[in-house]
C-alpha cells in the first residue's frame, strides 16, 4: 500500500506491504533487527542495527514488522540532496529502553541522523505504517514506566484494557515524539491499521503469526 495524502520533496517511492503482496519489489533484507535503536548507512553488509539511512537514488530500504511500527522519513539536506530513512520501532525502540547509548528512542535517534547531516526536521514528511494498535497493545507496567521518561509523554497515551491492564497507544506516543522534535503534522501519511485486528491483510506475532512478516520501505528516485 502506497502512503496517501504528503508530497515528498523529491521523487520517491514509499510505502507498507500487506500479507497479499508477493515480495519482488520489496528491498533486500540488510538488517537483524534487534530491538534497539541503532540506526546506520545502509550498506551491502547485513548489520545488527534497527534503521537504516540512504542518500543513495535506487537503493530501496526497509524493516520488517509484525506488531512493531515501521516509520518511513524523507528530506531534503543542503543543496537538495535526498534523504530517506527506514525505522523499527516496538516498546523498546520507541522509550530507547535498555539501549547500550543514551537515545531517548529510535525516531528520535533517527531524526538526529538527519540534523546532523544539516537537515530541518520540519521539511521532513514521515509516515507510521500499520502496527499493533491500543486496542489490542497491551503491556505491563514497566513498559508505561519506560515511555513516562520521555519528554512527550501525556497520561492519555495509556488506557486500561478489558482484563484492566495497561494498553499503549504506540502511534500516539511515536507522534507526541515526533512533533516534540518539530515534523510537520501537515506531512504525516500514517497507515493506522492494527495488525491484530485486520488477519486478512497483516502479519501479527501476537496472533500467532512467527514468520510472516510485512514491510515499511522506501527509496528515492
Sequence with gaps: MLIPGVEPPFPLSWGFSTRLDEGGDLPARRLNQVHRCGVVEAGDAVVDADGLWTTRPGQRIGVRVADCVPIL???????GTPWVAALHAGWRGATGFGDPE???????????????????????????????LACHFEVGPEVIEAARQDPAWREDLQS??????????LH?????????????????????????????????????????RQWGWVEIG
Design 73 to 79: 522519513l524523507a528530506g531534503p539536506l543542503p543543496g
Design 102 to 132: 543514551p537515545s531517548g528512542g529510535i525516531l528520535r535517534r533517527g531524526v538526529a541522523r538527519f540534523r546532523a547531516l544539516g537537515g530541518a526536521p520540519a521539511t521532513l514528511v514521515w509516515a507510521f505504517g500499520p502496527a499493533i
Design 160 to 169: 486500561t484494557g478489558p482484563t484492566g491492564k495497561p494498553h499503549l497507544d
Design 172 to 212: 500516539a506516543f511515536l507522534r507526541a515524539q515526533a512533533l516534540d522534535l518539530g515534523l510537520d503534522p501537515a506531512q504525516d501519511g500514517t497507515v493506522a491499521l492494527c495488525t491484530v485486528c485486520r488477519p486478512d491483510l497483516l502479519y501479527s506475532y501476537r496472533r500467532g503469526d512467527t514468520q510472516g
